[in-house]
């Protein structure tokens, strides 16, 4: 069973940075799909940036594009998304998603991901 704990979220003023942690573990297959997704209170989940495991791809929204970069290290099994220059509109809930074995077509839709994590609260103050 495929396991993901996300941290790194806090409180930072407009400008700032963050970077956000996911460590991945349980994996079967060496080919997965990962990515960042995001809900703030009373909006719909969604994708924020997303790479395959294997290729090392990435997908961006482009709301975060030239702001935010995901990369992996695969040694630690672990997903990062290093956030710039946030936004008071960058402020959610940010959970870390993983597909096993196979890479999405999909990557923004939620549903194509199987596997997530608690989550880690952002908040950008103006």
């Known amino acids: 069973q495929v396991q993901l704990v996300e941290s790194g979220g806090g409180s930072v003023e407009a400008g700032g940075s963050l970077r956000l942690s996911c460590a991945a573990s349980?994996?079967?297959?060496?080919?997965?799909?990962m990515a960042w997704f995001r809900q703030a209170p009373g909006k719909e989940r969604e994708g924020v940036a997303a790479i395959w495991t294997t290729s090392g791809t990435t997908h961006y929204a482009d709301s975060v594009k030239g702001r935010f970069t995901i990369s992996q290290d695969n040694a630690k099994n672990t997903v990062y998304l290093q956030m710039n220059s946030l936004k008071p509109e960058d402020t959610a809930m940010y959970y870390c998603?993983?597909?096993?074995?196979?890479?999405?077509?999909?990557?923004?839709?939620?549903?194509?991901?199987?596997?997530w994590g608690q989550g880690t609260q952002v908040t950008v103050s103006s």
């Open positions: 998603a993983a597909a096993q074995g196979r890479t999405v077509v999909a990557w923004s839709w939620a549903l194509e991901y199987g596997f």
């Open positions: 349980g994996y079967t297959y060496s080919r997965n799909s």
